[in-house]
């Protein structure tokens, strides 16, 4: 025997996780589709999947400034949401539960490559932006991010990304709540000035 | 207190995090500082700077695929795990029993006297007292 099965048996698990869709779980609550996953329906994740990715690589990509690490992350982040569903008591909402295994990640991450700023900050964003105005906030976004100590950017981005209640961030980030006001605080603050300089050194360039 | 102080306060406030009786405070400086408000309106910004900085953000087309095969690998190794561990169980419950049995055992010899070997009951008898005195009648016949 294979010490952690052989492809073939990955495959035929894989076959499983594609099964069809249920029509009813794309408009289903959330709680409804977690019960599903949590009874070993693959099409659940499949469904939790398909609702959380953006947000998920969102976050993963604020916080690295780089795509192809934000999707490692992402990925690692719904592996461990699978292995450790049956541990979520629905204390705090998916989502929120979710973000802190992203941010966690992400720290983790940081922590092991410092000092950083993401070369990916200056690539354009992908798609159709609405306009030039647009493309150039996206950027100047992105490169003031990187420029933030990993602790302010994760807060900040739990918050304006994410939502998470103060509450909710200190319990994701481990922080107490004092902690977590005064570096949110002081994120918008670095946030705001860095911009300004951005602003300032490309309004000075020629 | 001063503008500075209250700027710590305009994060929470913009977040709904600031308690009531510091938000009335902090609305009445609000009102009559122009300054503090200035700040307010740009802080208050950054929210759709942030939201901007993921605009667009493409997924790469096999991300799902990906979850998903990692997921499957997951599953498959938890299973051989399992599967190992049921294949195990018996052998440690065994063990276990065997070794029990070994420490009762051990426990039970040691718990017994010690066995003295066995000898003539007159040659210990004599063993045990070496320094007899002689017998009378000995006595006289040496007379």
Not at chain 1, 66 to 73: G, N, P
Not at chain 1, 179 to 186: A, D, E, F, H, Q
Not at chain 2, 56 to 66: A, G, Y
Request: net charge positive; aromatic share 6%; with cysteine.
């Amino acid at each position: 025997m294979h010490p952690m099965g052989t492809e073939a048996d990955v495959e035929e698990a894989l076959r499983a996780h594609r099964s069809p869709m249920e029509s009813r779980l794309p408009h289903a609550a959330e709680s409804e589709v977690l019960r599903a996953c949590l009874a070993g329906a693959p099409e659940a994740f499949r469904e939790l999947l398909a609702r959380y990715r953006q947000p998920a690589l969102a976050l993963a990509f604020q916080m690295l400034g780089s795509a192809e690490d934000a999707e490692d992350v992402a990925q690692e982040a719904f592996v461990r949401v699978f292995q450790s569903l049956k541990g979520f008591r629905g204390q705090a909402s998916f989502s929120t539960w979710l973000y802190r295994i992203v941010a966690n990640l992400c720290l983790g991450r940081l922590r092991s490559r410092r000092p950083c700023l993401a070369l990916e900050t200056c690539r354009e964003p992908c798609g159709a932006a609405d306009s030039e105005h647009q493309i150039t906030e996206a950027l100047l976004a992105r490169q003031v991010l990187a420029r933030l100590s990993p602790e302010l950017r994760a807060v900040l981005l739990l918050r304006e990304q994410g939502a998470l209640s103060y509450r909710e961030i200190g319990e994701a980030l481990r922080l107490p709540l004092g902690t977590v006001r005064s570096r949110l605080s002081k994120a918008r603050i670095a946030f705001r000035e860095i911009w300004k300089q951005s602003l300032q050194a490309r309004e000075g360039s020629p | 207190m001063t503008c500075k102080l209250y700027q710590t306060e305009l994060s929470e406030y913009l977040d709904g995090e600031l308690p009531a009786a510091r938000v009335a405070r902090l609305e009445a400086h609000l009102r009559v500082c122009p300054h503090c408000q200035g700040e307010l309106q740009e802080l208050s910004g950054i929210s759709g700077y942030i939201r901007a900085a993921s605009l667009e953000l493409r997924v790469s087309q096999d991300f799902d695929r990906r979850v998903l095969r990692a997921v499957a690998t997951y599953q498959v190794a938890a299973r051989v795990l399992r599967r190992r561990r049921s294949l195990l169980r018996p052998l440690v419950v065994a063990g276990i029993i065997f070794l029990g049995l070994l420490g009762a055992l051990q426990r039970l010899l040691l718990s017994r006297p010690p066995v003295l070997p066995l000898r003539a009951p007159q040659a210990a008898a004599a063993a045990a007292a070496p320094a007899a005195p002689a017998p009378m009648g000995a006595d006289r016949e040496d007379r």
